[in-house]
């Protein structure tokens, strides 16, 4: 197990793998809700503190044929530890993005799952959502491009960016670094955008004329290029 002793607490920590079986946290009472999207999730409170456990599962043409299971190359390779080391580094630079807790595997042969535990982004909803709910400002587009922007500084390659992956609350914030990585600057911030554009579009496509057009694109650039 990887953790942060000082947000779980010696006796979180005693419960071991326990800490990543919802029903550990069912039994006590602290499942809050279960969130949508392509992996089992799971909000939990916790004395006072809000976290998200996320169950690994793949996407695309994979999923429906190993679902949760993946090759087994080493520790450094397992990806809800590569997500918790990504995301300690962006959260120690003060980036938007959810301070990691704690992350596991177990091992079976040649296959692996893993859990992911990290801080809940209180008070936000989905990009996606907030689309679907009204027109979004110019300064809020604004807001997105910039805070893509600051990702995209320090290195910060998304491998699904999409409006799903976004929250607006009282900062914009991304979520959902799995196969995410840092890399110098590259092509891959295009290809960040690109994806971007893709799922707003495909978002929209059944909303009002007035919820993404080019004009709001060409906001989230402006955002995007001013703090770039």
Known sequence: ?????????????????????????????????????????????????HWVLR????????????????????????????????LHQLWVRGLPTPKPVAASYRRR????????????????????????????????????????????????????LNAHNILCGEVISVIDFDRGRLRQPGAWQRNNLARLRRSLGKISRDLPDDRFTVREWQWLLAGYQAAG
């Open 1 to 49: 197990m990887l953790a942060d002793p000082a947000m779980l607490g010696n006796s979180l920590l005693d419960n071991g793998d326990a800490l990543f079986e919802p029903q550990f946290w069912a039994a006590r009472g602290e499942v809050t809700a279960t969130p949508g999207g392509r992996g089992a999730a799971w909000f939990v409170s916790c004395g006072g503190r």
């Open 55 to 86: 169950h690994c599962r793949r996407g695309g043409l994979l999923a429906p044929i190993t679902r949760d299971r993946y090759l087994w190359i080493d520790e450094s390779r397992v990806r809800a530890f590569a997500e918790w080391r990504m």
């Open 109 to 160: 042969g040649l296959v692996y799952r893993c859990d992911l535990i990290t801080e809940r982004i209180m008070e936000s909803q989905p990009l996606s959502a907030a689309l679907t709910a009204a027109p979004l400002t110019e300064n809020l587009w604004r807001e997105v491009g910039g805070t893509i922007a600051r990702l995209h500084r320090a290195g910060a390659d998304h491998a699904d």
